[in-house]
């Protein structure tokens, strides 16, 4: 069941909110909790029993553990994440790492090397729903409990309410016990005035995936369907674009949607996204996209390998190690492994070179913020950035490591034939013709004005009247549309 979806917003949500606001307070969590299962088992036929067998797991180890000696409490963190992180392989990698074992394999034996590796033949296994976020939530609360930042919830209830709320169960934000923990224990978190302003936030969240996401996807899949080598470079291009801005409002979009369920139900789950596409460094983009994600490297993998309070090539390494493993918790597939790296080859360039290169010259120069200077330098940094970008997700969206190569050998074929740029022309200008429009309200909602204007004016009638509009048009294309997936379901 998605959010985006007749049957989660006329059915599942009304019925569920009736009940989670009638119970007495003292059972809301109670309410949550088995709500929250029921969401997750009714799209997870099959494996949605992983959930409550890592919760009983970290439950138990956590509230055994808290306030033994430093062993007894190692141990079961050891445990703990062997558990998880153990199952999300199992689920998410085996298959990657079965492939590519057999594959050295046969690469070894055809050339002689003397080295001969069995072949190994595991059970195909299927990828459940939203569980490299779930893994990763729940690992941040045994950590946190161990380093003894948090105590160990003493309710089951509510530990299960914090694990399985279903606004982020299946694709994040992923969400620290320490942010919940408070309002979890608050009977009196329930506030009209949350119901409200969540269920503005909720609509501009379908607003974003139904009416311009879903949208982008058909001109990338459009691109998909006709084969890079047919394209135009100007339409490989135009397609990337459109992939671009579809990821970006299809994962805002739910983001934003899981922000606006929390706030009805009483919780602030954190925000995930910080207008990225107007970053003027790579830097600078990954502390606006997927923030709890980029967070969660940074305080459990980064800053315990040692951060960059270290010697220079001690930061280099945890910094590949960081983004290997970001690429890897994206997919089990290489192109995810080389989209990792890429990041790790641009951040360490600007980290080494680029930025210190950037700032002395701003001393040297005595450049203002606000000066023309100042600007234009923005805007380069800006456009060297959104490229950046564009690249990336080329990368992460062509799982074939061939096509990878072929899509960006397109892109930048700009010393190729005259053909090259002509074919397709008539097409070119016919999607134009049909996407402008929403590839101008792309660019205005990436931006920050918008927003601004919204947060100043929510309570105005012609801003509830405007959200009213968006709504039934999001209800008109959910009914009459084929296709609705979300991206970061597969995640």
Request: hydrophobic share 50%; net charge positive.
């Amino acid at each position: 069941m998605v959010f985006s979806s007749i049957g989660f917003i006329f059915l599942f949500l009304p019925v569920f909110l009736l009940i989670y606001w009638l119970v007495p307070a003292r059972y809301a969590n109670l309410v949550l909790f088995l709500g929250s299962i029921f969401f997750y088992a009714y799209g997870e036929h099959v494996y949605f029993v992983l959930i409550l067998l890592s919760l009983l797991v970290h439950y138990a180890l956590t509230r055994y553990s808290y306030g033994k000696s430093r062993a007894c409490r190692r141990l079961c963190l050891f445990l703990m994440l062997l558990y998880g992180f153990g199952t999300l392989f199992v689920f998410k990698y085996s298959g990657f790492f079965e492939s590519n074992w057999n594959q050295l394999a046969s690469y070894l034996a055809a050339h002689g090397s003397g080295i001969h590796l069995p072949r190994i033949d595991l059970p195909d296994v299927s990828l459940p729903i939203g569980i490299s976020f779930y893994t990763f939530q729940i690992a941040s609360y045994a950590v946190d409990v161990y380093r003894e930042d948090v105590k160990p919830e003493k309710s089951f209830v509510n530990l299960g309410a914090y694990l399985c709320m279903f606004p982020q169960l299946i694709a994040g934000p992923i969400v620290l016990y320490s942010d919940v923990a408070r309002q979890l224990g608050n009977e009196n978190r329930r506030r009209w005035h949350h119901f409200e302003n969540g269920l503005k936030t909720f609509i501009i969240g379908l607003s974003l995936k139904v009416l311009l996401a879903n949208t982008f996807g058909m001109l990338w899949n459009q691109v998909q369907t006709w084969g890079v080598s047919s394209v135009s470079i100007a339409m490989a291009w135009l397609g990337a674009l459109a992939y671009t801005l579809q990821i970006y409002f299809d994962f805002q979009g739910y983001s934003l949607m899981a922000m606006g369920l929390g706030e009805i139900l009483g919780f602030r789950i954190p925000r995930n996204f910080r207008h990225p596409y107007t970053a003027v460094t790579v830097t600078d983009f990954w502390r606006r996209w997927h923030m709890t994600l980029s967070g969660w490297f940074r305080d459990y993998v980064y800053i315990p390998l040692g951060g960059s309070r270290c010697s220079r090539g001690r930061m280099v390494f945890n910094m590949f190690v960081v983004w290997a493993f970001t690429g890897l918790w994206h997919g089990a597939s290489w192109n995810f492994v080389l989209w990792g790296l890429y990041y790790f080859v641009l951040l360490v360039f600007e980290k080494l070179i680029l930025l210190p290169i950037v700032k002395e010259v701003k001393e040297k120069k005595g450049v203002k913020e606000g000066s023309g200077a100042a600007k234009a330098a923005g805007f380069f940094g800006w456009l060297y950035t959104f490229l950046a970008v564009v690249v990336g997700w080329v990368i992460f969206a062509v799982t074939d490591l061939a096509g990878v190569e072929e899509y960006l050998q397109r892109m930048f074929c700009f010393l190729g034939s005259r053909e090259a740029w002509l074919m397709g022309s008539d097409s070119l200008l016919t999607i134009i013709s049909q996407y402008w429009i929403y590839f101008l309200a792309g660019a205005v909602l990436c931006a920050p004005p918008l927003y601004g204007l919204y947060s100043a004016h929510k309570k105005h009638p012609v801003t509830i009247g405007i959200l009213l509009v968006l709504f039934a048009a999001c209800v008109y294309r959910l009914n009459t549309s084929a296709s609705n997936p979300f991206l970061y379901f597969r995640f």
